[in-house]
């Protein structure tokens, strides 16, 4: 068996990268894809905390790298999905401590025993970007609807296109459905113009997230989150089913608003 | 009610803006001229426009400039006079 390699990238940080891995790292799990997850931000590791498995790293990939430990003794189970796995970063080393070599063959070794591999890479276009990318065969970019970020998207499709990732896929996320309608925030087609590749799941601003990630459980369990919702059709389209984009209307538009005010009115 | 919406001004929406923006950033990446180089670009192609024609070096623009699926180097300079070849 050989599964996929996946690499999630941004160029930017703070766009949501690691809070994608953690949820489609959960939702393969939940249809039963064996996942391992590697976070491979060396020095600011933040995938354990997010999936709240912080207080049971032992060992961690440069531990792996070193031979200190198997690969196997690094691999932390989450216990409350069947079949996913983390591998932490260390916290306290540099990212020169591995080379892109090094994690190739890792990721190598993995695939040969899971479904998917989900490389959580840092921001920035350096070392750790080139180690996240190096044992990966498809990518992933998360950005946002702004300058910023969709500029370093598109830097990123640039490199990864160029290092042979032929077809990579875009999150847009931390859309706000009322902004866009109000023409402030710039929408799905604004940005698949200019980014030009193929859109794997829009995923709407949600408080939640926020709640999930302070408990330190995926929102794609919450099934009242919208978040929650978006990130469980982006598993199912990883997995090859066609679902159709949600709708960006689902807060009250401005007449809804307005009826219910008027009936409040009336009724008060 | 009507009436008093459409005399209050309202900014116009930002969204048209960055799209504006974004499409001349990553143009400018994509196109991968650093911004030095564009200066090198803009004395050689001044030194020889000027050998026909004397133009205004303050007024000029140069610039790269996208369209839908297209890069384009545009120049605008303003000619003074025009030399006796």
Redesign the interface.
């Known amino acids: 068996m050989s599964g996929r390699v996946i690499v999630v990238t941004s160029g930017k940080g703070g766009v949501g990268k690691t809070t994608v891995v953690a949820n489609l790292g959960a939702g393969l799990a939940l249809l039963n894809r064996k996942t391992v997850l590697i976070d491979a931000d060396i020095g600011l590791r933040n995938l354990d905390v997010v999936m709240g498995l912080e207080n049971r790293i032992v060992f961690d990939l440069v531990d792996v790298v070193e031979k200190n430990c198997r690969l196997r003794q690094a691999l932390i189970k989450d216990k409350r999905f069947g079949g996913l796995y983390l591998l932490p970063a260390a916290q306290t080393r540099e990212k020169d401590a591995v080379t892109p070599e090094q994690m190739a063959r890792i990721c190598d070794e993995l695939k040969e025993e899971f479904d998917y591999v989900l490389v959580d890479s840092p921001a920035g276009i350096e070392q750790g970007f080139k180690n996240a990318v190096a044992g990966a065969s498809e990518a992933i970019i998360v950005t946002t ?3 910023s970020a ?2 370093d998207a ?2 990123i499709i ?1 490199l990864l296109q160029a290092a042979d990732f032929h077809d990579p896929l875009l999150i847009l996320n931390r859309l706000r459905p009322e902004m ?1 309608r ?6 799905v087609d ?1 940005i698949n113009d ?1 980014l030009a590749i193929k859109l794997l799941g829009i995923i709407p601003d949600d408080e939640n997230i926020i709640i999930s990630t302070n408990k330190g459980e995926p929102v794609i369990l919450n099934e009242h989150s919208r978040a929650g919702e978006a990130f469980r059709n982006i598993t199912r389209r990883l997995e090859g089913e066609e679902v159709p984009l949600m709708s960006m209307d689902f807060d009250l538009g401005i007449f809804e608003r307005l009826r219910r005010l008027w009936n409040r009115g009336n009724k008060g | 009610m009507v009436f008093k919406k459409s005399i209050r001004e309202t900014p116009p929406a930002s969204k048209k803006q960055a799209v504006d923006r974004l499409r001349l950033v990553v143009v400018h990446d994509r196109s991968k001229i650093a911004p030095g180089l564009m200066e090198i670009l803009k004395g050689e192609i001044i030194n020889a426009i000027s050998r026909y024609v004397e133009i205004d070096e303050e007024e000029m623009e140069i610039e790269l400039n996208s369209t839908k699926n297209r890069v384009e180097l545009v120049a605008n300079m303003p000619i003074r006079s025009v030399r006796r070849v």
């Open positions: 609807p702004e300058v969709v500029r598109d830097r640039g866009i109000r023409g402030d925030m710039m929408d604004d200019i």
